[in-house]
């Protein structure tokens, strides 16, 4: 945990959403689209709070949580510089596999949004998503982020000098049989894990979950730089109305999963 902290520490995970636009944009999207009219609504992971900014100006109230105390205090900075600290009803520094400050069933919708992608061991994958339904009210929606492996491999295949140790086969099937990644270059990328895609919704629902969707957060047109999709932006409302629904469906399409760098799981709480 001490090696997240110090990588969030100096990691500047705000702008990272603002140079990957279509990965916020698409997640809130189907986010958006599934929660309720009304509610209290947890981010727990929520990094400097990209997220919960939007459902507290959407008018929900929320409790942020996030391991890292640099980047709680960067999201109470935010609420406040936009104005949306009523919205709040705290800002905790909490991990995601200890959530006892929080009663059962306490929220009407949870974001999980980062934790699972640096648990490494099982166990602790588990213990969060158990944490995650034991503060969700039943019938209330979940939105968990994951990282797949097949994506991470061909990222790793490109650019080898970038994603070490997987700059040799007998590594890469090493990551590829286990999902298990760290960084050989210190103050790179925090240890991680990433999923098989199919293993998602029966590790979700194994804890008491039902399915509604898993979507590619990025789509197939995640690789576009901010000016690429700028260019979309500005050809005018009608146009660019046509390039987002197509954005959105196909993020919807299982055969493109594996491009996407992110997925979003939505599922209910039984």
Not at 9 to 19: P, T, V, Y
């Amino acid at each position: 945990m001490s090696k997240i902290i110090q990588y969030y520490n100096q990691f500047d995970e705000w702008g990272r959403l603002d140079r990957a636009p279509l990965e916020f944009i698409v997640n809130w999207h189907f986010i958006r689209n599934s929660l309720p009219a009304s509610g209290h609504i947890l981010d727990n992971g929520a990094g400097p709070g990209k997220y919960s900014m939007e459902l507290a100006r959407s008018g929900y109230d929320v409790t942020l949580t996030d391991l890292t105390p640099r980047l709680v205090q960067i999201a109470k900075e935010k609420a406040e510089e936009l104005e949306l600290s009523e919205r709040f009803k705290g800002f905790h520094n909490t991990d995601a596999r200890s959530l006892n400050s929080f009663s059962d069933e306490a929220f009407d919708a949870s974001l999980m949004m980062g934790p699972l992608y640096h648990l490494q061991q099982e166990a602790d994958r588990e213990q969060a998503v158990k944490e995650l339904y034991r503060v969700t009210r039943s019938g209330g929606y979940v939105f968990v982020a994951f990282m797949t492996r097949i994506r991470h491999l061909l990222t790793a295949l490109a650019y080898p000098q970038s994603w070490k140790p997987l700059d040799s086969m007998e590594e890469i099937q090493h990551f590829m049989d286990s999902g298990v990644f760290n960084h050989s270059d210190e103050g790179r990328f925090t240890g991680a894990y990433y999923f098989e895609i199919d293993d998602i919704k029966p590790f979700m629902e194994a804890q008491g979950f039902e399915t509604v969707n898993l979507i590619g957060s990025s789509s197939a047109l995640g690789a576009l730089t901010t000016e690429q999709f700028d260019y979309w932006r500005d050809q005018g409302d009608q146009e660019f109305s046509k390039f987002m629904q197509l954005i959105y469906d196909s993020a919807e399409n299982v055969h493109l999963l594996g491009s996407a760098s992110h997925l979003l799981y939505i599922g209910v709480r039984k």
